[in-house]
């Protein structure tokens, strides 16, 4: 590095060609410039000195270029500067009558983290053509500070050389930029960031996420140096290569154009904030496309209108697929049952294992397809407008814009999840803006959710079941606002910081990459599935199962069980099945009419028992009898009595053992709480099951049932059963699923949000989040019964 005289400063001045750079460097030098090459290449070097205010400053005249990827001698020089020279800051010279391209290059000096000036040149001529740029707005969005020049004119200079003196007096800190460059290349960059610094590469002192950007850019000085390790040199190439495939199979783009398109996406969201067009010029189509959907007026009736579409779509479609899996399902509980002996074993299988998980996994084809809708909204470009849109809103109840990005990628229009969500928080400059955009991501409708409310709207709610939806979407961002606001009012007073969000162009989204990007969220869902809320389920089994109850109440049970026999042996169907190979063919026959769309009388020839099992198949379809069969309905109607007298103590009984188990206990004792709720021990069960994972909610409502329903319970899906249920009804229903979207969140986002935000916090939204369902919870249930809802 070279030396320097104490006290000077030394700025970078750089921008693109054509920019009015050499003006405001013969405007700040004059005669005082020294022409000469950069060391090894033949690049010209101009290099100049002037005093302003008392200070010494060194003028270093970078090579005109439009980035910072070594791709030419000038690019390579402007950038070995900094790196190498570290100057105190950039002043960076930007056409302000072409905004967007010059901003670029600004970007990139941003992303090192070095101090950055804007001369915002040539306003004269911006301002010729009808633009009028708000130069202090643009300083706010890009956390620099932003002067109007005409250099040629040397206007502006003076107040230029101002803030040089200023930025400079502030320290040699450096602060990178951190751009967001899309789920796919923001995992990768992390990764390869991560390996950067593993591997102590280095190139001067720059950060090790702004190379793992250039790695995947394919800057060949990066490349250079990465190829030099033979340990973590391949690993850094595999991961740039796999990501490289999976970008040109989901959006036909390598990673440079990607991210070349978020930062243009980033300059577009800050120049449509700071510039206004007083007369027309040529707007591209993506401008065109926005000025409907993000109008004041039609844009928030355009997104209301998309959200609700999003879900007439997912229910429309998935409707069927759902109840083919429900019925596969309750096909497999039954199959088990025949081939495995009554115990422990079976219980597992089919109440732990087929009642839990498939119970979740039974929801995929709605998963799947509620997250192709959203794949569309995001490869299409609408996704960023919908967070731009946000903005105003989010001001208002003191969040910060880019806090929509948290909560989008929570759920904020379904399917996310709240453990990236709190993450993406990170973006965010304002630690209290930050906090509060952290414990109120949880409250959006996650993917883990989605199958609770599946199952109860498919219950209660069939006919309205995407407007039922998108009222759960409004209710979680208003509960989510609303707290915001709230907390934002006591323990997380503070002020405001602007806001800046990535507006990608709109792009026509290939069929192949929409169907991977659900394919991988939809695998998400299944593994997880398969792993913890598998692990859960068979721990909450045992919970449910175990301590068994005492003796003396299988005992009772047993007595009743036995009297039903009886009755029903000694009865009027006792002529007709006076042995057990009676009995038998009775219940074949039986269960070969309960397969037939519709049961048939007896023909010429039938035994008495083929007469009597048609005899039920009539009366259980609630067909009028023959009068050939009439004789056969007393025994008839004591079969059908028996049978569900059977069922009753059988479910009597299991449930006295699930009560006795030690989540009925826990439930039991939970229960005078939730009771004014409508919530009865076996929701209580689920609910504490959802601390480990919300999906586990429904999982375990599927074992309980199972466990306490008897043998029948297993032909029916969840939702059926709950809509036979007599404590249930379509108010408890609703006001389980606004209790699931706010109680606590998650362990796994709780653990999220201690490490982002510390313990105490993360504690605090378990208590703050349970507080505030139970109270909102409460206040729906107490006024729908007093509304005569409840019924």
Same mark, same amino acid.
């Given at each position: 590095?070279?030396?320097?005289?104490?006290?000077?400063?030394?700025?970078?001045?750089?921008?693109?060609?054509?920019?009015?750079?050499?003006?405001?460097?013969?405007?700040?030098?004059?005669?005082?410039?020294?022409?000469?090459?950069?060391?090894?290449? =033949?690049?010209?070097?101009?290099?100049?000195?002037?005093?302003?205010?008392?200070?010494?400053?060194?003028?270093?005249?970078?090579?005109?270029?439009?980035?910072?990827?070594?791709?030419?001698?000038?690019?390579?020089?402007?950038?070995?500067?900094?790196?190498?020279?570290?100057?105190?800051?950039?002043?960076?010279?930007?056409?302000?009558?072409?905004?967007? %391209?010059?901003?670029?290059?600004?970007?990139?000096?941003?992303?090192?983290?070095?101090?950055?000036?804007? &001369?915002?040149?040539?306003?004269? +001529?911006?301002?010729?053509?009808?633009?009028?740029?708000?130069?202090?707005?643009?300083?706010?969005?890009?956390?620099?500070?932003?002067?109007? =020049?005409?250099?040629?004119?040397?206007?502006?200079?003076?107040?230029?050389?101002?803030?040089?003196?200023?930025?400079?007096?502030?320290?040699?800190?450096?602060?990178?930029?951190?751009?967001?460059?899309?789920?796919?290349?923001?995992?990768?960059?992390?990764?390869?960031?991560?390996?950067?610094?593993?591997?102590?590469?280095?190139?001067?002192?720059?950060?090790?996420?702004?190379? #793992?950007?250039?790695?995947?850019?394919?800057?060949?000085?990066?490349?250079?140096?990465?190829?030099?390790?033979?340990?973590?040199?391949?690993?850094?190439?595999?991961?740039?290569?796999?990501? =490289?495939?999976?970008?040109?199979?989901?959006?036909?783009?390598?990673?440079?154009?990607?991210?070349?398109?978020?930062?243009?996406?980033?300059?577009?969201?800050?120049?449509?904030?700071?510039?206004?067009?007083?007369?027309?010029?040529?707007?591209?189509?993506?401008?065109?496309?926005?000025?409907?959907?993000?109008?004041?007026?039609?844009?928030?009736?355009?997104?209301?209108?998309?959200?609700?579409?999003?879900?007439?779509? =997912?229910?429309?479609?998935?409707?069927?697929?759902?109840?083919?899996?429900?019925?596969?399902?309750?096909?497999?509980?039954?199959?088990?049952?025949?081939?495995?002996?009554?115990?422990?074993?079976?219980?597992?299988?089919?109440?732990?294992?087929?009642?839990?998980?498939?119970?979740?996994?039974?929801?995929?084809?709605?998963?799947?397809?509620?997250?192709?809708?959203? #794949?569309?909204?995001?490869?299409?470009?609408?996704?960023?407008?919908?967070?731009?849109?946000?903005?105003?809103?989010?001001?208002?109840?003191?969040?910060?814009?880019?806090?929509?990005?948290?909560?989008?990628?929570?759920?904020?229009?379904?399917?996310?999840?709240?453990?990236?969500?709190?993450?993406?928080?990170?973006?965010?400059?304002?630690?209290?803006?930050?906090?509060?955009?952290?414990?109120?991501?949880?409250?959006?409708?996650?993917?883990?959710?989605?199958?609770?409310?599946?199952?109860?709207?498919? &219950?209660?709610?069939?006919?309205?079941?995407?407007?039922?939806?998108?009222?759960?979407?409004?209710?979680?961002?208003?509960?989510?606002?609303?707290?915001?606001?709230?907390?934002?009012?006591?323990?997380?007073?503070?002020?405001?910081?602007?806001?800046?969000?990535?507006?990608?162009?709109?792009?026509?989204?290939?069929?192949?990459?929409?169907?991977?990007?659900?394919?991988?969220?939809?695998?998400?869902?299944?593994?997880?599935?398969?792993?913890?809320?598998?692990?859960?389920?068979?721990?909450?089994?045992?919970?449910?199962?175990?301590?068994?109850?005492?003796?003396?109440?299988?005992?009772?049970?047993?007595?009743?069980?036995?009297?039903?026999?009886? #009755?029903?042996?000694?009865?009027? #169907?006792?002529?007709?099945?006076?042995?057990?190979?009676?009995?038998?063919?009775?219940?074949?026959?039986?269960?070969?009419?309960?397969?037939?769309?519709?049961?048939?009388?007896?023909? &010429?020839?039938?035994?008495?028992?083929?007469?009597?099992?048609?005899?039920?198949?009539?009366?259980?379809?609630?067909?009028?009898?023959?009068?050939?069969?009439?004789?056969?309905?007393?025994? &008839? %109607?004591?079969?059908?009595?028996? %049978?569900?007298?059977?069922?009753?103590?059988?479910?009597?009984?299991?449930?006295?053992?699930?009560?006795?188990?030690?989540?009925? %206990?826990?439930?039991?004792?939970?229960?005078?709480?939730?009771?004014?709720?409508?919530?009865?021990?076996?929701?209580?069960?689920?609910?504490?099951?959802?601390?480990?994972?919300?999906? +586990?909610?429904?999982?375990?409502?599927?074992?309980?049932?199972?466990?306490?329903?008897?043998?029948?319970?297993?032909?029916?899906?969840?939702?059926?059963?709950?809509?036979?249920?007599?404590?249930?009804?379509?108010?408890?229903?609703?006001?389980?699923?606004?209790?699931?979207?706010?109680?606590?969140?998650?362990?796994?986002?709780?653990?999220?949000?201690?490490?982002?935000?510390?313990?105490?916090?993360?504690?605090?939204?378990?208590?703050?989040?349970?507080?505030?369902?139970?109270? +909102?919870?409460?206040?729906?249930?107490?006024?729908?019964?007093?509304?005569?809802?409840?019924?």
């Amino acid at each position: 590095m070279k030396q320097r005289t104490s006290g000077e400063i030394t700025i970078a001045l750089a921008g693109n060609p054509n920019a009015g750079k050499t003006s405001l460097f013969n405007q700040l030098t004059g005669a005082r410039a020294h022409v000469g090459n950069y060391p090894g290449v =033949t690049v010209e070097k101009k290099e100049g000195r002037l005093v302003h205010q008392g200070r010494d400053i060194r003028v270093v005249d970078l090579p005109g270029t439009y980035s910072l990827t070594a791709y030419s001698l000038e690019e390579l020089v402007a950038r070995r500067f900094i790196i190498e020279e570290r100057p105190d800051l950039v002043v960076e010279v930007v056409d302000a009558a072409n905004l967007d %391209r010059n901003l670029y290059l600004a970007l990139q000096f941003m992303e090192i983290g070095v101090p950055v000036v804007i &001369a915002l040149n040539m306003i004269d +001529v911006a301002e010729s053509r009808g633009l009028k740029i708000d130069a202090v707005l643009l300083g706010e969005l890009l956390g620099v500070p932003v002067i109007p =020049t005409v250099a040629r004119a040397k206007k502006g200079v003076s107040e230029l050389l101002d803030a040089v003196v200023q930025v400079a007096d502030q320290g040699p800190a450096w602060k990178p930029m951190r751009i967001r460059y899309g789920s796919d290349l923001d995992l990768r960059i992390a990764e390869i960031t991560g390996l950067l610094e593993e591997g102590r590469f280095e190139i001067g002192e720059t950060p090790a996420r702004w190379l #793992a950007v250039k790695a995947l850019e394919g800057d060949q000085d990066v490349m250079r140096i990465l190829d030099q390790d033979p340990g973590y040199g391949p690993v850094i190439r595999s991961s740039i290569e796999e990501v =490289t495939r999976h970008l040109r199979a989901t959006v036909d783009d390598e990673p440079e154009g990607v991210i070349a398109d978020h930062r243009y996406g980033f300059i577009t969201s800050v120049t449509k904030q700071v510039v206004t067009v007083s007369r027309d010029i040529r707007r591209t189509v993506s401008d065109k496309v926005d000025m409907v959907v993000l109008n004041r007026l039609v844009g928030p009736l355009f997104l209301l209108t998309v959200l609700y579409l999003v879900y007439q779509f =997912t229910f429309w479609l998935g409707d069927a697929p759902v109840g083919w899996f429900e019925a596969f399902f309750g096909w497999l509980s039954g199959a088990v049952e025949n081939v495995l002996p009554d115990g422990p074993v079976r219980s597992l299988i089919v109440s732990g294992i087929i009642g839990g998980v498939g119970g979740v996994i039974g929801f995929t084809p709605l998963i799947a397809f509620m997250f192709f809708a959203i #794949a569309i909204l995001e490869d299409t470009g609408y996704l960023a407008r919908i967070a731009f849109m946000m903005d105003r809103v989010l001001r208002t109840f003191g969040l910060h814009g880019n806090s929509v990005l948290s909560l989008i990628v929570g759920g904020g229009i379904s399917g996310g999840c709240a453990v990236p969500g709190v993450m993406a928080a990170r973006t965010l400059r304002d630690p209290k803006e930050r906090l509060a955009t952290i414990l109120v991501t949880p409250f959006m409708n996650c993917g883990a959710k989605l199958p609770l409310y599946a199952v109860l709207i498919g &219950a209660f709610f069939s006919r309205q079941q995407a407007l039922m939806m998108f009222l759960l979407t409004l209710i979680s961002w208003g509960m989510a606002l609303s707290s915001s606001r709230l907390l934002r009012w006591t323990l997380l007073k503070g002020s405001h910081t602007a806001f800046v969000m990535e507006l990608p162009p709109y792009r026509l989204p290939t069929l192949k990459g929409l169907l991977i990007h659900t394919w991988e969220r939809v695998w998400q869902y299944v593994k997880k599935a398969g792993t913890i809320i598998l692990a859960v389920s068979v721990l909450l089994w045992a919970m449910m199962t175990y301590p068994s109850p005492p003796e003396d109440l299988a005992r009772v049970f047993d007595f009743q069980r036995q009297q039903a026999i009886e #009755a029903f042996r000694n009865g009027p #169907a006792a002529g007709i099945l006076p042995d057990e190979k009676a009995r038998a063919d009775f219940r074949d026959r039986l269960a070969i009419l309960a397969e037939r769309p519709e049961p048939v009388a007896a023909g &010429a020839g039938a035994n008495r028992v083929e007469v009597l099992a048609a005899t039920v198949a009539l009366l259980d379809r609630g067909r009028p009898l023959p009068d050939e069969l009439a004789s056969y309905a007393p025994a &008839a %109607r004591a079969y059908i009595a028996y %049978r569900d007298a059977s069922v009753l103590i059988g479910g009597g009984e299991a449930q006295a053992r699930l009560k006795y188990s030690l989540a009925g %206990r826990l439930g039991g004792l939970l229960e005078r709480a939730t009771r004014p709720l409508g919530f009865d021990w076996r929701t209580n069960i689920a609910l504490t099951g959802g601390f480990a994972a919300k999906e +586990v909610v429904v999982s375990t409502l599927g074992t309980a049932y199972s466990l306490a329903g008897g043998g029948e319970v297993q032909k029916a899906s969840l939702s059926e059963r709950l809509a036979r249920e007599p404590g249930w009804n379509p108010l408890t229903a609703f006001t389980l699923m606004l209790f699931v979207m706010l109680y606590s969140p998650c362990f796994a986002t709780v653990i999220i949000i201690g490490r982002e935000a510390g313990w105490r916090w993360a504690m605090f939204s378990m208590a703050y989040a349970t507080a505030l369902a139970y109270g +909102v919870s409460l206040i729906v249930s107490v006024t729908g019964r007093a509304l005569g809802l409840g019924t």
